[in-house]
């Protein structure tokens, strides 16, 4: 949730899961611990598809005997979300079957963590037997490789730490000013407003989104923090142009959501601004 990187070590103990619960027809979510992260089960005739493992060896064996308490149908592939240790450092318990990310994470994953088997670029499916799960990258944003689950005859969508609907002393999760997604030193910010704009186009009136932590969301609360997401990526732009340090960025700022959750994003925001723009860093001149 907050600025975890795919360094493991801020996990602690091997971590607990709670009860499955069913979203829609053989789709569930359950939520791990400490991080409170959305894992999520899809299961078709032949076999389940596990979204998420842990966040370290133990969790995932763990999640993977919890598996059993809601379907007979034998785990046949992992899809991890993105690189970061709540969501991807349990791969070891599944070095048996498949297992699938996007080509970069192999890159952030600690050294004891095996990578996925199955790396995808761009998008690509897995047959549960009556039932095809889409996964697809539809650009960078949270992480270099966010991927999104797609369960179409559901109408869910798995969406990791793209979107957050976490809310803080038990707000609703419509209160979307609240809900605020985290940026951190490996995110890509002027990215991840067309990255959510994609998944907003794979929506319904009648589709969820599971974020990675907090309640399922629809899509009219998808298109708002896009518009939130987007207001960061344009208030670097702002700060960069007119030649506010990146050391005063954070303060000087005029955001749309607490200042802890955009406090990683601000050095790669200004490294890619820099990169695009050569007039970013040097303060510019009055036109009058």
Same mark, same amino acid.
């Given at each position: 949730?907050?600025?975890?990187t795919a360094d493991g070590t801020a996990?602690?103990?091997?971590?607990?899961?709670?009860?499955?619960?069913?979203?829609?027809?053989?789709?569930?979510?359950?939520?791990?611990?400490?991080?409170?992260?959305? /894992?999520?089960?899809?299961?078709?005739?032949?076999?389940?598809?596990?979204?998420?493992?842990?966040?370290?060896?133990?969790?995932?064996?763990?999640?993977?005997?919890?598996?059993?308490?809601?379907?007979?149908?034998?785990?046949?592939?992992?899809?991890?979300?993105?690189?970061?240790?709540?969501?991807?450092?349990?791969?070891?318990?599944?070095?048996?079957?498949?297992?699938?990310?996007?080509?970069?994470?192999?890159?952030?994953?600690?050294?004891?963590?095996?990578?996925?088997?199955?790396?995808?670029a761009v998008a690509g499916g897995l047959?549960?037997?009556?039932?095809?799960?889409?996964?697809?990258?539809?650009?960078?944003?949270?992480?270099?490789?966010? /991927?999104?689950?797609?369960?179409?005859?559901?109408?869910?969508? %798995?969406?990791?730490?793209?979107?957050?609907?976490?809310?803080?002393?038990?707000?609703?999760?419509?209160?979307?000013?609240?809900?605020?997604?985290?940026?951190?030193?490996?995110?890509?910010?002027?990215?991840?407003?067309?990255?959510?704009?994609? /998944?907003?186009?794979?929506?319904?009136?009648?589709?969820?989104?599971?974020?990675?932590?907090?309640?399922?969301?629809?899509?009219?609360?998808? %298109?708002?923090?896009?518009?939130?997401?987007?207001?960061?990526?344009?208030?670097?732009?702002?700060?960069?142009?007119?030649?506010?340090?990146?050391?005063?960025?954070?303060?000087?700022?005029?955001?749309?959501?607490?200042?802890?959750?955009?406090?990683?994003?601000?050095a790669p925001g200004y490294a890619q601004?820099?990169?695009?723009?050569?007039?970013?860093?040097?303060?510019?001149?009055?036109?009058?």
């Open positions: 949730m907050s600025d975890s996990a602690m103990g091997p971590g607990t899961i709670g009860a499955w619960r069913e979203l829609a027809d053989r789709v569930w979510v359950a939520v791990a611990e400490p991080e409170a992260v959305n /894992l999520g089960l899809i299961a078709g005739d032949d076999g389940c598809l596990l979204i998420d493992c842990g966040s370290n060896r133990e969790h995932g064996d763990l999640i993977r005997r919890s598996i059993g308490t809601v379907t007979a149908a034998p785990l046949i592939g992992v899809v991890v979300t993105h690189a970061h240790y709540d969501h991807a450092n349990g791969l070891g318990a599944f070095a048996d079957i498949t297992t699938i990310g996007h080509e970069s994470v192999r890159g952030e994953l600690p050294a004891d963590v095996p990578a996925p088997t199955r790396e995808l047959d549960l037997g009556g039932r095809r799960v889409e996964i697809a990258h539809l650009g960078r944003g949270h992480t270099e490789g966010d /991927l999104l689950i797609v369960v179409p005859d559901a109408q869910v969508v %798995f969406a990791g730490d793209l979107i957050e609907s976490a809310m803080p002393d038990g707000a609703e999760p419509t209160d979307s000013t609240r809900a605020a997604p985290w940026w951190g030193s490996d995110s890509v910010p002027h990215e991840w407003p067309a990255t959510l704009d994609g /998944l907003v186009g794979l929506m319904t009136d009648t589709s969820q989104a599971v974020p990675g932590h907090g309640e399922p969301v629809g899509r009219e609360f998808v %298109f708002d923090q896009r518009g939130r997401v987007a207001a960061v990526a344009g208030e670097l732009q702002r700060l960069a142009l007119d030649g506010v340090p990146q050391a005063e960025a954070l303060e000087r700022g005029e955001w749309p959501y607490p200042k802890e959750h955009i406090a990683g994003g601000i601004l820099a990169a695009e723009r050569p007039e970013v860093g040097r303060r510019q001149l009055p036109l009058a």
